[in-house]
C-alpha cells in the first residue's frame, strides 16, 4: 500500500495514477512513500544525498556593498589583480568613497603579499634549491586564485580569495 502524494489517499502499489485527484505517483522502487512522509523540500533534498537549495557562504561578502558602488568600481576592482602592484596604487587613488573597491584592494595586497614571500624564500642560499618548485606550483596556484578573483567581480561579487584567505593577515 501507498499513499497519494497529492491528497494522501490510499492506493495500491500497483496504481501509478491516483483515482481521486489524477496524479502520477512516483515509482514503487524509488522509496513512494519517502515523497509523501516529507514535505519540505530541503530535507528531501538531504535525503538524497545532495545539497540543500540554499547554500551559504561566509567568504561572500557582496551582500554587504552597494550595487550602485559594485557597478561603477568594477573595472578599477579588477587592476589590482591584473596589474599587480601598480594596479593596487591605482585602485587605491580611486577608492576614495568606494568600500567595494577597498574590499578587492586588501584581497589583492594579500595575494600579492604572499606571491613576494613565496619569492624571498627563494633567496635563502641552500634552501632555494629545495623550494624552487614547491615555489613555483605555488605562484602557479596563486595566479588561478586571481584568476578566480577577475571572473567573481565580472559578476559584480565581492569574495575572499581562495587560499589566501586561511592566512589571517589583513582582514
Ligand atoms: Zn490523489
Redesign the pocket.
Known sequence: MKN?I????QLEDYQNF?P????QQPAADAGANQYYAQPNPDQAYQAYGQQPVYNYDPTDHTAEFDAQDISENKCYAMLPYILGAVGIVIALLASNDSPYLKFHIRQAIKITVCAALALICLCIPILNFLLAIPVAIFEIILFVVKIICFFSICSGKAKEAPIVKSFGFLK
Open positions: 497519494c497529492n491528497c494522501g489517499i491516483c481521486s485527484c489524477g496524479s
